[in-house]
């Protein structure tokens, strides 16, 4: 799998690509770590190249929400295909996440919610 990382102000963003798996999910926990480890912990996840994920990427993912609103910040999801909105949906965590078709929108729903407050 391959980390794609870069800021968006204070949006931050994780672009993933191939299998979101056992193998693979320590390293994005620990992203997901530093990336809301100060508030505001904004983060975009765009799972747009992401051909797989398992329980353990679900945890992970789960975490970083937990973690990020804590801090008064969200995780927000882009560009799931078919096969991984469906694991979302069958496990009911696309009512947990905000979940956007591409990250442009992801990142401009965090843009609206700052200009309203």
């Known amino acids: 799998m391959e980390l794609l990382t870069r800021s ?12 979101f798996d056992i193998q693979t999910a320590h390293e994005v926990s620990k992203w997901m770590q530093d990336a809301t480890s100060s508030p505001p912990a904004q983060v975009v996840v765009n799972l747009s190249d992401v051909s797989f994920l398992d329980s353990t990427a679900l945890s992970t993912l789960v975490q970083g929400l937990k973690r990020s609103r804590e801090l008064n910040g969200d995780v927000r999801l882009c560009g799931l295909h078919q096969p991984v909105r469906m694991i979302f949906e069958l496990t009911r ?25």
Not at 94 to 108: G, H, L, P, S, V
Request: net charge negative; hydrophobic share 40%.
């Open 8 to 19: 968006e102000g204070d949006i931050k963003i994780l672009g993933l690509s191939g299998r």
């Open 93 to 117: 965590l696309d009512k947990a996440f905000e979940i956007y078709n591409t990250q442009e929108d992801a990142i401009q729903a965090f843009n609206i919610l700052e200009s309203t407050l």
